[in-house]
C-alpha cells in the first residue's frame, strides 16, 4: 500500500529562510526542537543540517555561510545549489508566522514518525524467523516510539509567586520531601542533600573499583519504596542477586557462586531471595541503543508511576541510534538525551561510566572531570558526578603489601553544592561499602 507522507513543503521552506533572515529565531523554544531530520524533503534536510552545524561552530547562519559550508562538503547541488537556496528567505514573511511554520514542519516529522513506527510493528509481526517472544518485544519498541509525546507540547511558563507556597512548604519541612532520593548512605546524604527529581548522576570509576557495589547499594535503599529500574548492560542479572545476597548478609560472593556453602548460609540465603518477590526493583539485562532505553523508560514510568530511579551499567555498552563521526561526538548525544530523559521522566538517572587507563599515568591517580571522555558533556549535562577511588587497587600487586579498605567517594561536581569527598570502607569478599565515619571531608 502506498502512502502519501504528511508533509509541507511550503511550510519547511518558509522555516528555513525565516532561520537564515532573523537570527533571533534561534533563541525561540521552537528553535531547540527542530532537527533536520524533521524535513520531507532531502534538500532542505542538508540545508538545515548545514545551519545547525554552522550554529554549533559559533559562525552567522546567513546565505554565504550556509552556501560555503555546503560547498566545502560537496553538498550543495544535493541541496538545490545557490539559485534555490537564495530564493527561500523570500518565503519568509513575518516571525509569528516562521513560529507557526516550524511547529508544523514537526507536527508533520511526528506524524511521519508515528506511521513509521506502525509500519515497523507490522514488519515485526510478519518477520517469522523472530520467535514469539522477541516479535512482542519488538513491536512494543516500534509502538512505542510511534506514540512518544508529541514534541510540540511545550510547557506553560509559571508565574514565580504561583511557586511560592509550594517552595516555603520543603523549606519548613524537608524531611517530608518527596522529590529526595536518599541514597542510603547518611554521610553522601548530608553532602549532596540526595538525589533529586529530574537528576543526572555519573558514578565513574575504574574497572573493578566498585562501581556496581555502590550502585546496587544505593538502588537497593530507594526500591525499599519505589519501583526502580535497573539496566544492567554488563552484568547478568542472576550474578545480580548473588551481589545483593553477599553485600546484605554478609557471605562471600565467591562461595555463593560457587555453592560452598553450610546449611545455615543457604537458609539465610533462600529467606532474602524470597523477600526480594516483593520488591520494587526491575532489572534489564539486554542489549540496548539511546532509543530503545527512552522507550523502556517511558513506559516503565508510565506503567509505575512515582518512579524511584533509572540506572544503567554502564555508558560504555549503551548503543547509539544513528551514526557519529567520532566516540565523543556519541558519548556528547547519549550524554545530553540522558539528562533530557530523566528530566522529561521527572526521576532521577543514575548512570555509571567507566574511566579510561589514561588517568594511571599520573602520579595522583585520583579521577578528574577532565578523565572522563567527552567531559564537556559531563559539565554540561550531570547534577551530580561521583568518583571511586581505592588506593589498595593500585597498592595490590606489591611485595606485603595489605589491603585496607580505605576508599574516597569524591564529589567532583554537584550543581547545587561544593565539591566533597565521604570516606568509605570496602569489603572486597562481599563486594560492600561502608560509610567510614560520620564526617565530610
Known amino acids: 500500500m502506498i502512502i502519501n507522507l504528511p508533509h509541507d513543503l511550503k511550510a519547511e521552506a518558509a522555516t528555513l529562510g525565516a532561520f537564515m533572515a532573523h537570527q533571533q529565531l534561534w533563541q ?42 555546503l560547498t566545502s562538503h560537496k553538498q550543495l547541488d544535493n541541496a538545490g545549489g545557490p539559485a534555490y537556496i537564495s530564493s527561500l528567505p523570500e518565503a519568509f514573511s513575518t516571525m509569528y508566522e516562521a513560529v507557526h511554520h516550524a511547529r508544523l514542519v514537526i507536527e508533520k516529522s511526528t506524524r511521519r514518525h508515528m506511521i513509521q513506527g506502525v509500519q515497523d510493528a507490522m514488519g515485526h509481526a510478519l518477520d517469522l524467523s523472530l520467535d514469539n517472544t522477541q516479535a512482542a518485544s519488538n513491536i512494543e519498541v516500534a509502538v512505542l516510539g510511534a506514540t512518544r509525546k508529541d514534541k510540540t507540547q511545550v510547557g506553560q511558563l509559571e508565574h514565580l509567586g504561583d511557586l511560592v507556597d509550594d517552595t516555603m512548604e520543603r523549606i519548613k519541612q524537608p524531611s517530608s520531601n518527596d522529590d529526595i532520593r536518599s541514597t542510603g548512605f547518611a554521610t553522601l546524604d548530608r553532602l549532596i ?16 573499583m566498585g562501581k556496581t557495589s555502590i550502585a546496587l547499594s544505593i538502588l537497593e535503599s530507594i526500591s525499599k519504596s519505589r519501583p526502580c529500574a535497573f539496566f544492567s548492560l554488563e552484568m547478568p542479572k542472576r550474578q545480580i542477586l548473588y551481589r545483593l545476597a553477599s553485600l546484605n548478609l554478609l557471605i562471600p560472593l565467591n562461595r555463593i557462586i560457587s555453592g560452598d ?5 543457604k537458609r539465610k540465603i533462600g529467606q532474602y531471595l524470597e523477600t526480594l518477590k516483593k520488591s520494587h526493583l526491575y532489572i534489564y539485562d539486554k542489549r540496548l541503543n539511546i532509543r530503545q532505553l527512552e522507550e523502556k523508560c517511558e513506559r516503565f514510568h508510565r506503567d509505575h508511576g512515582d518512579v524511584g530511579i533509572f540506572m544503567l551499567d554502564h555508558l560504555g555498552f549503551l548503543g547509539a541510534d544513528q551514526k557519529f563521526s567520532s566516540s565523543v561526538e556519541k558519548l556528547e548525544n547519549l550524554s545530553n538525551r540522558s539528562k533530557q530523559l530523566a528530566k522529561e521522566l521527572d526521576t532521577p538517572f543514575l548512570m555509571l561510566w567507566q574511566l579510561s587507563r589514561d588517568l594511571e599515568k599520573r602520579e595522583d591517580k585520583r579521577p578528574m572531570l577532565s578523565d572522563a571522555r567527552g567531559s564537556g558533556a559531563v559539565e554540561q549535562d550531570a547534577d551530580i ?40 570502607m570496602f569489603r572486597g569478599e562481599y563486594t560492600r561499602f561502608d560509610e567510614l565515619q560520620e564526617k565530610v571531608a
Open 28 to 69: 525561540e523554544p521552537v528553535a531547540f526542537l527542530l532537527t533536520h531530520k524533521d524535513f520531507y524533503d532531502q534538500r532542505h534536510r542538508l540545508i538545515f543540517g548545514a545551519m545547525t552545524r554552522l550554529r554549533q561552530q559559533h559562525k552567522p547562519v546567513d546565505l554565504i555561510h550556509v552556501c560555503d559550508y
Open 193 to 208: 542533600n540526595g538525589f533529586s527529581l529530574g537528576d543526572l548522576i555519573y558514578l565513574m570509576a575504574r574497572p573493578s
Open 261 to 265: 556453602l553450610d546449611y545455615d548460609e
Open 385 to 424: 558526578v561521583m568518583f571511586i577511588y581505592r588506593d589498595d587497587y593500585y597498592q595490590q600487586n606489591k611485595p606485603n603489601y595489605k589491603p585496607t579498605g580505605l576508599t574516597e567517594l569524591l564529589i567532583a561536581k554537584q550543581r547545587n553544592g561544593p565539591p566533597g569527598m565521604v570516606p568509605m
